[in-house]
């Protein structure tokens, strides 16, 4: 079968093609970018995992559907494979947005709205009567892509918290709140430091309840097996 060859010229104004239909329904790509991150981040790993093992996560323990409860509860592979898919699912369509769609007019923050709304996702799963997890694990995700050394700097200062307290949920408290100034002073973007610190903001209302066990000298440690 013979090879068929275009010329240089012809190339370039098929790709110029393609990135004018690209930029002019920007709006719409922006809307389908939204719409399924949120759809994937809503998927709830953890009730998934704990149920292929024949328990109902929301019945258990704080009832949370995230991996520190699933990790107690139905035992430490659950628990990091929980982790991993909750971080994964914000991290992937944060990098494909990033570097393959970001270059185009009208699509730069398509990356933000991918890991802010898989991170939504998460904690108001659409498959849960927009109920959810803390989004601790999906927010590293949407972090990592955003800005890399931001976790790099937030990782260590979480695993110091919880090695020293004893408590995962102080952890999550401190480094979401932590999170936001390292970003500002490391990436030097407005809007990559917004959607972080928004990020933080949702996971420390998420944890009121775990605050106020904390104040009250109530809170599981992780150290002690109930």
């Given at each position: 079968?013979?090879?068929?060859?275009?010329?240089?010229?012809e190339?370039?104004?098929?790709?110029?093609?393609?990135?004018?239909?690209?930029?002019?329904?920007?709006?719409?790509?922006n809307?389908?970018?939204?719409?399924?991150?949120y759809?994937?981040?809503?998927i709830p790993?953890g009730?998934?995992?704990s149920?292929s093992k024949?328990?109902d996560i929301r019945e258990?323990?704080?009832?949370?559907?995230?991996?520190t409860?699933?990790?107690?509860?139905?035992?430490?592979?659950?628990?990091l494979?929980?982790?991993a898919?909750?971080?994964?699912?914000?991290f992937?369509?944060?990098?494909?947005?990033?570097?393959?769609?970001?270059?185009?007019?009208?699509?730069?923050?398509?990356g933000?709205?991918?890991?802010l709304?898989a991170?939504l996702?998460?904690?108001?799963?659409?498959?849960l009567?927009?109920?959810?997890?803390?989004?601790v694990a999906t927010?590293?995700?949407?972090?990592l892509?955003?800005c890399?050394?931001?976790?790099?700097a937030?990782?260590?200062?979480?695993?110091?918290v919880?090695r020293i307290?004893?408590?995962?949920?102080?952890?999550?408290?401190?480094?979401?709140?932590?999170a936001?100034?390292?970003?500002?002073?490391?990436?030097?973007?407005?809007?990559?430091?917004?959607t972080?610190?928004l990020?933080?903001?949702?996971?420390?209302?998420?944890?009121q309840?775990?605050?106020?066990?904390?104040?009250?000298?109530?809170?599981?440690s992780?150290?002690?097996?109930?």
């Open positions: 079968m013979p090879i068929i060859r275009y010329p240089a010229t190339i370039s104004v098929i790709l110029e093609t393609i990135m004018t239909n690209i930029t002019s329904h920007a709006i719409y790509l809307l389908i970018v939204a719409i399924s991150a759809l994937v981040g809503s790993f009730l998934l995992i149920k024949g328990v258990h323990g704080s009832k949370n559907i995230g991996a409860n699933v990790g107690r509860i139905v035992g430490k592979k659950a628990g494979l929980t982790l898919c909750d971080f994964l699912k914000a992937i369509p944060v990098i494909l947005c990033r570097y393959f769609l970001a270059a185009y007019q009208g699509l730069e923050l398509s933000l709205a991918a890991g709304f991170f996702g998460h904690c108001f799963s659409l498959y009567g927009f109920r959810g997890g803390k989004g927010g590293a995700g949407v972090i892509g955003l890399p050394l931001t976790l790099a937030a990782l260590p200062f979480f695993l110091a919880v307290s004893g408590y995962v949920s102080l952890g999550s408290v401190l480094t979401a709140a932590f936001p100034v390292v970003t500002y002073f490391i990436c030097r973007d407005v809007l990559i430091t917004a972080i610190g990020i933080g903001l949702i996971i420390l209302i998420r944890h309840d775990n605050i106020s066990r904390l104040m009250k000298g109530e809170e599981k992780w150290r002690k097996k109930d």
